[in-house]
């Protein structure tokens, strides 16, 4: 069966400091990958996807970048957090297909405090 | 922006009572999803249902699709404690490989 594991689970950084998320799937290949961020209290943002290794769309600019470097593994990662980047991180994986006529599976997670 | 809005923001039942949560669109899609969310949690797909389809059942879950007025519904029968959670539906196209979501309905159970 297909699994999702997405660490830390909460992480508390000083500004400026850097920042490295990993996602990594399991029980499936070539899917396509997600980064999401949340709000308190909000729906969700999508920051990246990913269709294959090293291709990767950008949602929204701002602080943060992702990378595919492998088939089933996604990193979010920032040079310089800022106050604004706090949130909850969601990972998650699809089948390719296009239309997107399969549910998304997500991770557990990542709350993020930016201080 | 976002695609999908939830109708009500919040909403508070009695268990046992029904709860009837509504989403609409702007745009055509391929397919809607709705999702729920554990305080904290990451998000579970619930059901998706495609743009060729108007109603869908799962146990006691039953979602709508009216695309001539670009809205959907997701009616929770039987309303239980457990089934607290923020609910929230994504649109999905069919020349994108992503889903937008909604900003999510809060639904409360009272016992």
């Known amino acids: 069966s297909q699994t999702i594991h997405q660490w830390p689970a909460t992480l508390v950084q000083p500004v400026g400091s850097p920042l490295s998320l990993e996602c990594t799937v399991e029980?499936?290949?070539?899917?396509?990958l997600y980064w999401y961020r949340q709000a308190a209290g909000r729906g969700l943002q999508l920051l990246f996807y990913?269709?294959?290794?090293?291709?990767i769309s950008s949602e929204v600019p701002q602080n943060l970048s992702a990378s595919r470097p492998q088939d089933r593994q996604f990193i979010l990662s920032s040079k310089k957090l800022l106050l604004s980047d706090s949130g909850f991180y969601l990972c998650?994986?699809?089948?390719?297909?296009?239309?997107?006529?399969?549910?998304?599976?997500f991770g557990s997670g990542t709350r993020l405090t930016v201080v | 922006s976002q695609q999908g809005e939830e109708d009500p923001q919040a909403l508070s039942i009695q268990e046992g009572e029904n709860a009837t949560m509504n989403c609409s669109y702007k745009?055509?899609?391929?397919?809607l999803q709705w999702y729920r969310q554990n305080s904290g949690r990451g998000l579970v797909h619930l059901i998706l249902?495609?743009?060729?389809?108007r109603e869908k059942h799962s146990g006691r879950l039953r979602v709508t699709l009216d695309t001539s007025k670009k809205s959907s519904s997701l009616l929770i029968t039987a309303s239980r404690a457990a089934d607290t959670a923020s609910y929230f539906c994504?649109?999905?196209?069919?020349?994108?490989?992503?889903?937008?979501f909604g900003s999510g309905t809060r639904l409360s159970i009272r016992p």
């Open positions: 998650a994986w699809s089948n390719v297909e296009s239309g997107g006529n399969y549910g998304y599976t």
């Open positions: 029980g499936t290949s070539n899917p396509n």
């Open positions: 990913s269709v294959g290794i090293g291709q």
């Open positions: 745009t055509s899609i391929n397919n």
């Open positions: 249902i495609r743009s060729n389809e």
């Open positions: 994504a649109t999905g196209y069919s020349s994108a490989s992503k889903i937008i």
